[in-house]
């Protein structure tokens, strides 16, 4: 629907947070691997920026 107010944010990418704060050892976020850099700036990131995070760089810290 184009005048559906939704779908302004249907390519806004979500946050990969999952409400478990806490560091890791590597100064990573336990539950979405964010560093806190990442996180204090992900506000304003751009999208691509947050995509980019989202399917390539924290899938790749989770793995390891």
């Known amino acids: 629907m184009p005048n559906d107010p ?3 944010f249907s ?3 979500l946050t990969p947070c999952t409400g ?3 560091l890791d050892g590597r100064g990573y976020c336990l539950g979405c691997q964010r560093s806190m850099g990442e ?3 992900w ?3 751009p999208d691509t920026e947050r995509l ?4 390539v760089v924290l ?4 793995a390891s």
């Open 6 to 8: 939704r779908a302004s």
């Open 11 to 13: 390519n806004t990418p």
């Open 20 to 22: 478990v704060c806490r």
């Open 39 to 41: 996180i204090a700036r």
């Open 43 to 45: 506000g304003s990131m």
């Open 52 to 55: 980019y995070l989202m399917r």
């Open 59 to 62: 899938p790749t810290r989770k």
